[in-house]
């Protein structure tokens, strides 16, 4: 009786033992961030633990032998493969049948997802594309006919670029354009603009000069030179570059432009052949 009363008192605590080393388990496992499935783990060694305690303390059995004894060591032997086997039943298995499934069903999504993201993004480019090619067409289409229209021979056969007067074949706005290009105002002053560098205003040029002499100072600046610039001829001014530099169609455009030049209110000077 005195036995069996230290044996309980002996259940009582081992078991808080067991329930407080468990807890404690627990909180580790869990500050450490451990799976659910290990917090339970380390909880159940815990009490396994504390209930291999009681068994060494529990008190001893009366001796058997013959058939009892046989029998009860069976039995013995059964609870505790019944135990063993139950419990390990509990704990979550690992297939890895099971674990290739899910991976498969992961990343199917994910193909099919960059699939009909790479099939989205091919038909928006060539949407975008086929847009842009519609709408070039219809630019070529506008700016070609009217260019047409104006030189129903095909004048100087121009491929239309868009709306700068360049594409309306008009030889004057072409000449303007060269005007600007080859850079003639860096030096020659034109409706009051540009001429830094001085040579004769431009303004009356067309007056003065035909477009067969103008030509000839572009292409041979030597040919011909501006009346009071004695020295600026001299000294060789003004380039002699435009014969390389520029095409014979480019520099018809440029003599076309500056032969409407003719504002006899500035004082362009005379030019005087020299060769
Ligand atoms: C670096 C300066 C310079 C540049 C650039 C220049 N010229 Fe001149 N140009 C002169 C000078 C200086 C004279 C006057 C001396 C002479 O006749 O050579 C002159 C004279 C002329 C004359 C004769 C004017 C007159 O009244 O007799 C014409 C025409 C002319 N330039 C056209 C052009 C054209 C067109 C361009 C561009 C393709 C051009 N020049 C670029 C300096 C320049």
Redesign the pocket.
Known sequence: MRDQRSFLKNVIKKGITGLVVGVFLVGVTRALAFPPVFQVMFFTYAMLGAAVFLLLDAPSLQPMSGTKALVALLAFYVVISGVYIGGASLWPQYDPEDEKGKIEKLLKAKRAATEQGKAEELLARTKALSEKADAIMQRLQAVGGAALARFPTGADGGIPSGASPAASGDLVALGKE??KL???Y???KLSGQGGK????E?DN?GN??TPQE?RQ??LD?RS????G?EK??EKK???DK?KDLMEDKEIDE?VAF?STLKNPSVN????IKKK
């Open positions: 060269q005007w080859q850079e003639c860096n030096c020659h560098k001085r040579g004769p431009m040029i003065l000069m103008l100072k572009v600046p011909w030179m501006a009346e610039f600026e001829y001014k003004m380039p435009y440029l500056l362009t000077p005379k030019a």
